[in-house]
T-cell receptor
């Protein structure tokens, strides 16, 4: 158990809808990272937050947004969903923004299916 | 920009034989290198990392990896494979001098250990 909690584990929705994925980092970790895993693209970095502020942005679509709250949990919002958004979405956490020698701790993911 | 290549989509090895999962990387500065393992329907678990120092790094479950700067490689190895090692393995890199903090992952290598 990594200590990172993600909900929901599974989500099925229709095209055009909006969903919110939630992540609680390990106790004491200030950084949260979101990754998307799909069969054809592998693991793609979406966005990172540190102590409530956005720190780095990757291949995140404009239809997607995220935030980190004062209690350090994070939410990833996916809107106007398309079939291609079907994927496993992972949250990871680390202790410091740079975490320059530290590894990331991953949750078990939220599997999104868009029909 | 940082990148990782895992040239083999799948590696098959007999139980008890040594295994190698290959990884090459590209960064502008000095690399921080990681190996993660993903079991079916689970999140990524940290195996080992190279930050600096000894080129041979030992990690969890008897795995080790060798950093080779001249060949820009960080191959994962284990002297004697177990059936329970069957999983998806990801190599990841971060440029130690970069302003961004996220890890860039390879596309993964599926390891199958045959009894």
């Amino acid at each position: 158990d990594s200590g990172v909690t993600q909900t929901p584990k599974h989500l099925i929705t229709a095209t055009g809808q909006r969903v919110t994925l939630r992540c609680s980092p390990r106790s004491g970790d200030l950084s949260v990272y979101w990754y998307q895993q799909s069969l054809d693209q592998g693991l793609q970095f979406l966005i990172q937050y540190y102590n409530g502020e956005e720190r780095a942005k990757g291949n995140i679509l404009e239809r997607f947004s995220a935030q980190q709250f004062p209690d350090l949990h994070s939410e990833l919002n996916l809107s106007s969903l398309e079939l291609g958004d079907s994927a496993l979405y992972f949250c990871a956490s680390s202790a410091r923004a740079q975490s320059n020698t530290g590894e990331l701790f991953f949750g078990e993911g939220s599997r999104l299916t868009v029909l | 920009a940082q990148s990782v290549a895992q040239p083999e989509d799948q590696v098959n090895v007999a139980e008890g034989n040594p295994l190698t999962v290959k990884c090459t990387y590209s960064v502008s500065g000095n690399p921080y290198l990681f190996w993660y393992v993903q079991y079916p329907n689970r999140g990524l678990q940290f195996l080992l990392k190279y930050i600096t120092g000894d080129n041979l790094v030992k990690g969890s479950y008897g795995f080790e990896a060798e950093f080779n700067k001249s060949q820009t490689s960080f191959h994962l190895k284990k002297p004697s494979a177990l059936v329970s090692d069957s999983a998806l393995y990801f190599c990841a890199v971060r440029d130690s001098g970069a302003g961004s903090y996220q890890l860039t992952f390879g596309k993964g290598t599926k390891l199958s250990v045959i009894p």
